[in-house]
């Protein structure tokens, strides 16, 4: 606001490509978190419920958030406490590793709950896979190679020339 204004002559061209060098940092730094679902039934079995959990901790440790799904059939839907007691033992299971965005809703047939990953937990999973990169990085002492070992004593005796039969 100062009277006159200031003004800087400068090369365009110069200012546009530091600009877009600029951007294309901040946009190196940003983590783009996608929201991925699992769903589950009322019915569904214990070893698929097992896999299912795994699923999802894998996806909170990418750094992505989840929704877990619970879909009602027919009259599945007059039981919705089975619903809620899947998505409660979920919550608990997952609870040190992730943090409850979205309580249980029910929409229509599906109720559902959003899981984000825990910061803390989060954090602390990159510190040791920053570790486990650092030890691999440093260069182990290669082990000496074995000593040569001595030649053949001696070679085969050559075989004795047969004295003329005579």
Not at 35 to 60: C, G, I, M, Q, S
Not at 96 to 110: K, M, N, T
Not at 129 to 150: G, H, I, L, W
Request: hydrophobic fraction near 35%; charge should be positive; charged fraction near 30%.
């Amino acid at each position: 606001m100062a009277k006159p204004p200031v003004c800087k002559i400068m090369d365009y061209g110069k200012f546009k490509y530091e600009a877009k060098k600029k951007a294309s940092e901040a946009k190196k730094k940003q983590t783009v978190v996608k929201l991925k679902e699992v769903k589950f039934r009322p019915k569904t079995e214990e070893h698929d419920y097992n896999f299912k959990v795994r699923a999802v901790r894998e996806f909170l440790a990418e750094g992505n958030k989840a929704r877990i799904t619970v879909m009602f059939r027919g009259r599945e839907i007059t039981h919705r406490e089975i619903g809620q007691a899947i998505l409660s033992r979920i919550g608990t299971e997952l609870k040190e590793i992730a943090i409850i965005e979205q309580s249980p809703r029910l929409e229509g047939r599906l109720l559902f709950m959003i899981l984000a990953p825990n910061p803390r937990w989060l954090q602390s999973m990159r510190a040791q896979q920053e570790k486990r990169e650092q030890q691999q990085k440093v260069p182990q002492a290669t082990p000496k190679p074995p000593p040569p070992r001595p030649a053949a004593s001696q070679a085969a005796p050559a075989p004795a020339a047969e004295a003329p039969k005579g």
